[in-house]
């Protein structure tokens, strides 16, 4: 599978063909052959509400996690708020993608203390509350142990690993054949985790798409001085950067 936005929208389209409805955590009992479309947003926002956008255009719906221990983006900024509420206006959902290793975490009861804390916060920044959570890198004490919250689905308990077929574009490569496995229609449930980040209207590699990132940070530390100091067109000159 490519990973532009028209190999996206293919996949899309098998899975419809396949009769696959697309829900999420809360719904996904209320039908035969659920698919549980999820993204995490490990570092672009933009590139999420890309995908947000073409997913609304193609009547589906699906939920983006949102890291708030990232130096990636900032969900109290003005622009990463907008990006999220538009998101959610698009029919989408939003859950909560936790670092557990920004903690010192020894058992399930202290997971959850944070896991809820970080809910909380991110419920109160968009104004919504925050109803499951799924993990950043998950360790194997995380994958191999059927973690249960109170009053916050586990995207990575037993249920979503196992009674799901589950699939992940980690690191741009689907380790099994995605559009094979929903072609055969061997599993009746389906959660399928994609990052947004991998896409783009061009075939690119993952390179080319680490760089191209990197080279537009820049423009965006121009801009977000450019707010904060009245003047520095006159204090940097031009082609300095
Ligand atoms: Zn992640």
Redesign the pocket.
Known sequence: MEFTYDGYLKLISLLKEKNYKFCDYLSCDEYDKPVIFRH?I?NSLNKALEIARLEYENNITSTFFVLLSTDFYNVFSKESNDILKEIMKLGHHIGL?FDEKRYEIPNAKELEYWVKRESDILGNAIDKEIKVVSM??PSKWILENDIQFEGIINSYSKKFLSDFKYLSDSRMHWREDILGIIESEQYDKLHILTHSFWYSDENETINEKLVKFIDKAKIERYYSLKDNIRDLDEIINEGEF
Do not use: C
């Open positions: 995490d490990d993608h950043h890198r």
